[in-house]
Each structure stands twice: as structure tokens, then as C-alpha cells.
């Protein structure tokens, strides 16, 4: 399939199959995918959880509002942003273009700058700005799982202070942002799936400057 129909092959499925499990090299290769998203001065200001616990994922099921995925899929991604912006953070992230790129003051200057402007921010808008982040990431993290013909639903529907709790997120200094429970759609359970894709014509939402 080309990349335009993987796309169009995805939906946001409402019944995954429990009887079966994405296998790990392909878990594997979606990580991989949203791990080299781009991120805002590289910084990747956000963790992901991987979720395969069933005792667990029935616990973060609750938080979010029953629904099935959590439970019937196989895995559970969170995507966990940072709670702030820090020295040490962002110190961390130049150290490691040190180590791949070698010595730069270009590196030492960039993100220098970088703490200047972020460290002195509002928590809350820094928090912000790293679960934007983390969206461009599952962006990419849902586009893999069509390549790999795995089943993917992005939920913002859950309460994140209790899925922070159940993780204990906050005392890593994260906030769960929100969740992709991956998995293979049941055929014969999904009322969505029979369903054509509805989307806006391009008319309506492509404007070209020239």
C-alpha cells in the first residue's frame, strides 16, 4: 500500500479484537517511528509509557470514561510532556549533541539561549509547549501504526490527574497528555468500521498562496 492508502485504512477504531495481540517487532517499529519525530530544538520534552499490564490498563480504563480499547487492545501508549522546562533539562539535551556531534560552542550558544528564554516561563505555558510536542509525535506514532497495518485510537477523553496518579507520572516531573491504545480491529464489533471516511474536500480546506 502506498502511504495515501494506509491512511485510508486507519480509523479511529472503537472495537479492537482481545483475542489478538500486535506482535512485538511491530510495537517495537512504532516506537522507533514517534522516537524520531521532530520536536521543538530536539529537545523531545516528553516520555512515552508503554502500557501491556492487563491489571493496570483495566485501572487506566476507568480513568477513561470505560472505554474498551484500553483493555482490548494489547498495548498502551501515554504520552507523558514534561512538567516544565529546567537548567538541568535542557542542559541534558545539549550534553547529548555533544556526545553525537562532538564539541560545537554553536551548541553551548543555542542552548544557553534556549534556557533564557524557556527556565524563566510559567510552568503551565512550558507544560503546554511540551504537550505540543508530544502531539507532533503521535502524529507520527499513528501514521507507523498504519504502515504496520496495527490498529491505533488517540484519546483525550480521560482524567489525566488519575492517570498520573495510576503511573505516578508526577513524581517523574511529568502529565500525561494523552493515550493511543494500539491493537487489531474486530470486524464484527465496530459500528464505525463499514463506515465511509468523512473528511472536508480539499476546496474547503487548502488555501494556496501564490
Known sequence: ??????????????????SKAVPAEKVDAIIDATLLA??????????????????????????????????DGSHLLVFAAWDDYTDERIDAVAQLNVEVRGENPMIDAYYGNLKAMYVPRDAEVNYAHAARQAYIALGVAMVAAAEQEVDATPMEGFD??????????????????????????????????PMPKVRKSRDAMVTVVD
Open 160 to 193: 489525566p490527574d488519575e492517570v498520573d496518579r495510576i503511573l505516578g507520572l508526577r513524581e517523574r516531573g511529568l502529565r500525561s497528555v494523552v493515550l493511543l491504545p494500539l491493537g487489531y480491529r474486530d470486524p464484527s464489533g465496530d459500528w464505525l468500521l
Open 1 to 18: 500500500m502506498t502511504l495515501l492508502d494506509q491512511l485510508n485504512w486507519r480509523y479511529a477504531t472503537k472495537k479492537m479484537d482481545p
Open 38 to 71: 521532530p520536536t521543538s530544538s530536539g529537545t523531545q520534552p516528553f516520555e512515552l509509557i508503554v502500557v501491556t499490564n492487563p491489571e493496570v490498563r483495566a485501572e487506566l480504563q476507568v480513568a477513561a470514561s470505560n472505554q474498551a480499547q484500553l483493555t
